[in-house]
């Protein structure tokens, strides 16, 4: 079955940088159009950004524009997020997901992770 799995959350202050990384298993990776999504508590599951299948398109959220950068080793079956200049907004569990669509509602993608929580200190 498909699996996507979540890595590198964790406690930084504000200011500093994690870097997110997501194992895709079960699917033919390089077809999938990858996406971040975040959800604080009490709020609803925001985009983040998304990477088109070849990595050379993405488009994010103007909230982090600038600040992040997704890319994807489709040799790896993996996509990774680097956060830099974090704030204690970007506070969340931060998703993984998989879609046939370069779009940003979470409607459009099929497959999900589990999650992994980013907190920002301030």
């Known amino acids: 079955q498909v699996q996507l799995v979540e890595s590198g959350g964790g406690l930084v202050q504000a200011g500093g940088s994690l870097r997110l990384s997501c194992a895709a298993s079960g699917l033919a990776f390089g077809n999938y159009y990858m996406a971040w999504f975040r959800q604080a508590p009490g709020k609803e599951r925001e985009f983040v950004g998304t990477v088109s299948w070849n990595g050379k398109t993405a488009y994010y959220a103007d909230s982090v524009k600038g600040r992040f950068t997704i890319s994807r080793i489709n040799a790896k079956n993996t996509v990774n997020l680097q956060m830099n200049t974090l704030k204690p907004e970007d506070t969340a569990v931060y998703y993984c997901?998989?879609?046939?669509?370069?779009?940003?509602?979470?409607?459009?993608?099929?497959?999900w992770g589990q999650g992994t929580q980013v907190t920002v200190s301030s």
């Open positions: 997901a998989a879609g046939r669509l370069l779009q940003r509602g979470p409607e459009n993608y099929d497959y």
